[in-house]
């Protein structure tokens, strides 16, 4: 009997050229959701794209990790969610952290402390050495946050929340990398942003205003009386809230700037005597935790903003301001186009922005509302399968689809991965946050990248911390069970949605590592 033809031999630049050209754009012939049918009628491939969009992945469950309580219920469950527990041994890993069992107070005065006594060493190599183990523990703070980001973004059953987390740290962003911000970002993350990830906007613009990472990133902490610093102001409104066409000008900067006089961070010891100030000021003084409102460095003259006066004096004038700012109509259009863009893609259909914008204003800025708003759109059904994933949401989906159902040992290799595709957490440096539109993560380099890491993920190098700072195997790496993707209740859902293309590149793959690569490479894969 002769023998079947062996599969021609893949070929890495062959895959590469098929990747290029339809990475970006979208799939041809995806089945999907269309008008406003009901999700207790659609279908199964549907109902999986549902659960990539709004969690960071689908598992390997596909839609059967809807059962028993169908796609309505769960939607509603991501969109006000119970309190979530963490599988054990995650949560144990988050406990034992230092950023879980020391208050960031405590941490960043400690660190600030110990930066000052190394640069006051009497000797140059005594300086280095001692900036050097401070330099080492900052960065051990900022992968300690990232890491508890990873684990809640792999294994939380809320992950709405942890998605919408991700997005409101990206449109509040801040860079660790600036001053001593690595001991922040991750109390910043966890205090300020996500507990309002899906609540009201206002709230959640509030709360990045006072924390001490924000007014030190946009240095608001040097913005006082008589040496104004517009950095804050200027993001406040061009990035946080009305857009840069949002109708405001350089003097709502301005006047702007002059309300945030004062609003700054204190690392006096707590429970110390406030500065000493005259009388009528003393009342106005607030301090909590590291925000500190000092009315000795507060403008009092009147203001006036987006045409209108500002009535309130003191703390309560920066509380009238953030109103004013969030209650915008320009605020509706802005914040509700970037959530668009998030979770339908590159162009969100105007008649979704309008309902959008709609309900944030009819709602006063409620998140949830405004995403169930969202859910319910045609637009949205429509562009399940549809959207480009971003790094995050494509090394995350990844490791999701590979393995969701047990904790990894550790999250350097994801992190690591996150830095070679250029999207590291709380990495990056300018204010505007990661572009979330497809041209910017598509060019052939990052295409060349994923097909890396989607060969090492597809032969299970996630399930040992990474030997090297790449996220690669080593030499030495022992070998490693693939993942078996192809026999996962997700990946059969799909197979009928597949281009020719991808289903040739699949029948050549010659072992289960081979045909994880290509799946995971695929531009099925790509989009989510």
């Known amino acids: 009997m002769t023998s079947p033809p062996r599969p021609a031999p893949l070929r890495r630049r062959t895959v590469l050229a098929g990747l290029l050209g339809a990475a970006a754009g979208a799939l041809p012939g995806m089945a999907c959701a269309t008008g406003m049918e009901a999700w207790s009628t659609a279908d199964e491939p549907t109902l999986a794209r549902l659960l990539d969009r709004v969690t960071w992945g689908c598992t390997a469950q596909g839609a059967q990790a809807l059962a028993p309580q169908g796609a309505q219920a769960c939607l509603a469950a991501q969109l006000r969610p119970p309190p979530a527990a963490l599988p054990r041994e995650a949560q144990a890993r988050i406990d034992a952290m230092t950023i ?16 000052r006594a190394a640069k006051a060493l009497p000797t140059e190599d ?11 523990d900052m960065r051990a703070l900022q992968q300690e946050a990232a890491e508890r980001f990873v684990l809640r973004a792999l294994y939380t059953p809320a992950q709405l929340r942890e998605k919408m987390t991700w997005f409101w740290m990206n449109h509040f962003n801040v860079f ?12 910043y993350e966890e205090r300020a942003v996500r507990p309002h990830a899906l609540g009201r906007f206002r709230d959640l613009l509030g709360a990045t205003a006072r924390h001490p990472a924000m007014l030190r990133y946009l240095d608001n902490a040097q913005n006082a009386a008589g040496r104004i610093n517009e950095n804050y102001a200027r993001e406040l409104m061009e990035l946080h809230t009305l ?17 945030l006089t004062g ?37 009092w003259d009147p203001k006036t903003l987006l045409g209108q006066p500002l009535r309130a ?23 509700t186009r970037k959530v668009a863009l998030f979770l339908v893609g590159d162009n969100p259909p105007p008649a979704l922005l309008q309902t959008l914008a709609r309900t944030f204003e009819r709602t006063d800025g409620d998140i949830a509302a405004v995403l169930e708003a969202l859910f319910n759109a045609p637009g949205f059904r429509a562009s399940l399968g549809q959207r480009f994933r971003d ?32 999207e590291p957490l709380y990495g990056r440096a300018t204010p505007d946050g990661y572009p979330l539109d497809a041209a910017a993560w598509s060019g052939s380099g990052q295409m ?27 030499p030495a790496a022992p070998q490693r069970t693939p993942p078996p993707l192809a026999q996962s209740a997700y990946v059969r859902a799909l197979q009928p949605a597949w281009t020719t293309a991808t289903r040739n590149a699949l029948a050549q793959a010659a072992s289960p590592r081979e045909w994880n690569l290509l799946f995971l490479a695929s531009p099925e894969f790509m989009h989510g």
């Open 448 to 474: 060349s990248t994923r097909f890396e890491i989607a060969r090492a993920i597809g032969a299970g190098a996630a399930t040992a911390p990474a030997p090297r700072e790449d996220g690669m195997a080593g």
């Open 391 to 422: 790094p995050v949401h494509y090394v995350l989906a990844a490791l999701r689809l590979a393995h969701g159902d047990a904790v990894l040992p550790g999250a350097e290799p994801a992190l690591a991965w996150l830095q070679r595709l250029a």
């Open 176 to 187: 660790a990398g600036k001053g001593s911000l690595r001991a922040l970002v991750g109390d």
């Open 313 to 335: 004096e003191g703390l309560a004038e920066v509380d009238e301001a953030l109103d004013r700012l969030a209650r915008a109509p320009a605020t509706a259009r802005f914040v």
């Open 243 to 259: 857009g840069v066409d949002g109708g405001y000008s350089q003097q709502d900067v301005q006047e702007l700037a002059r309300v």
């Open 100 to 115: 879980s069992r020391v208050p960031a107070e405590a941490l960043a005065l400690e660190m600030d402390a110990r930066h």
């Open 126 to 136: 005594a300086r280095k050495a001692a900036l050097k183990a401070w330099q080492q």
């Open 263 to 299: 609003v700054g961070v204190s690392l006096r010891p707590p429970g110390e005597e406030p500065p000493r100030m005259k009388p009528a000021l003393r009342r106005h003084y607030v301090r909590q935790g590291l925000f500190e409102f000092n009315p000795q460095r507060h403008d």
